[in-house]
Structure formats: structure tokens, C-alpha cells
């Protein structure tokens, strides 16, 4: 049985490097499409324009209009197709506007070498049966942000306090993650699950719809099933922006993603 993010993220061939989507309404939150689904769909069609290297490796998107549901243009031009990587520009339109642009590295993570060192230390969590379930959110949240019931998230504690109006102020958010339907997250899932997350910026105050301007996601390693732990860190609010970095770790213990975009900062 195809997983609901399979369905979401599915395309039909319509030529040389173009394909058609639906953009579900599920994935909307705030004022526009999700900018992680956004970029799954269009890393999905990369993948299906190079099936002998299906992963991403390196995905620098930006995002040039806000995006709705329904249907939607994936169209993708391989720039140069190597002995192990090949590197791809794709863009996604809607009504004759691009809404994303996009430079992407692929290759086939299962044939990278398996060595690793590293100085990164992976977060450290309650279990998830001592953590906030997003399910928890009053109802108005959840309908202005159908997103949340694609996922089964559980929020660090120590993390959650502004959803009670008790910020911690130090600019980080963290939570388990897997997918509501229970299906294990693929690699080009990754790119999506480094925008899951709520911005970073409500830990400081400062919530509302955070648009982003660009994402910028590495994909390490073919995550491992179970659950995943994600962590999203600021450390620059200015000139109307937020730099948001985000690792994201599988069971196994291995760092399967990092990201970093420059997003608006919400505004009161």
C-alpha cells in the first residue's frame, strides 16, 4: 500500500523533464503550501528524471512565490550527469508563475562509503511517551495548519513552552518525528522533514508564518525506521530575517540530514 506521502508527493510524466502535480491541501499552514512538501514534489521528480541515482544529496531551493493547493508544473534540465553524482536545475510553477527554484545533486546513497567522523553529538530527548504530542494543539491551530495531522510529532518539554506563552527564549526546537500513517521516511522524505517543524523564532516570541526564502538541505544517509529526531536552532534575528539550522538524526544514531534557510520573521 503506497504511503500518504507517496500519494502527496506522486507525478505524471508529461515529456522530456516535465512533469504534473497536485499540491494536496493537507500540507498548507499559515499563508501558503508547506515549503518542505514543496520541495519533496520537486525532488521527487528529480529523482524520477535520474532513477540510476535517486537520492539527494545536496538540495538549494528558493522560493519565489507563495505556492496553493492544487495543480501544479515540475519541470527538470540535467546539467551534467556523472560517474557517481549528477547535478540537476528543476523549478515548480502555478498558473504560469514559478513558485521554486532549485539546484540539486543527486547520486545513490547506498553506494557511498559507510565510514563516518564526526563531531556532531546527537540531541538528547525524553522518551516519547514523556514528550508534548503536536496532536495536543488546540483545534483552531490544527484547522489553520492541516499539516500537523501529516505527522505524529512529540515536542521536547523543554522546548514547548511557547506554546503556553512561556518561551524559553534561546532559540531552539526539538521533537520526534515519523509520519502520521506509520510509513518510514525515504531521502527525499529528509527533505521534507527539515521543514516540519514550527520556525524556530517561536521559542523566542515570536510566532506566526515565517515564509521562507531559501533552504539549503544535505542528505547524509538512507534514514534507518523507527522514529527520527529533529532540532531546529537560530542564532541571528535581523534586518526582518532567521537563519534556521536543522540536523536530523534516525534510530540508529546517525545524522541522515542537516539544513540551513533564511526565512522572513513573522511578523505580530
Known sequence: MASEWDTHTSLTAAGDGLFGAHLDPGWVVGGGVNGGYLLGVLGRAVAETLP?????????????????????????????????????????GQEGATRI?????????????????????????????????????PEDVRRAAPLLERFDLRFDPACVGWAVGAPSGNGHIQAWFRMADGHDVDPVGLLMVCDALPPVTFDLGRPGWAPTLE??????????????????RTRNVAGGMFEEDCEVWDSAGRLVAQSRQLALQPRS
Do not use: F, I, N
Not at 557511498?112 to 530527548?125: I, K, S, Y
Open 101 to 137: 527554484t532549485a539546484l540539486a545533486t543527486y547520486g545513490d546513497l547506498r553506494a557511498m562509503p559507510t565510514d563516518v567522523a564526526t563531531t556532531a553529538e546527537e540531541p538528547t530527548l525524553p522518551p516519547v511517551e514523556e514528550c508534548v504530542a503536536a496532536s495536543l494543539a
Open 52 to 92: 540510476a541515482k535517486p537520492h539527494p544529496l545536496a538540495v538549494s531551493a528558493y522560493y519565489l512565490s507563495a505556492s496553493r493547493p492544487g495543480p501544479a508544473q515540475v519541470s527538470t534540465r540535467v546539467l551534467r550527469d556523472g560517474g557517481s553524482v549528477a547535478t540537476v536545475a528543476a523549478e515548480l
Open 215 to 232: 533552504l539549503t538541505v544535505h542528505v547524509r544517509a538512507v534514514p534507518a525506521p523507527g522514529w527520527l529526531k529533529v532540532s531546529h
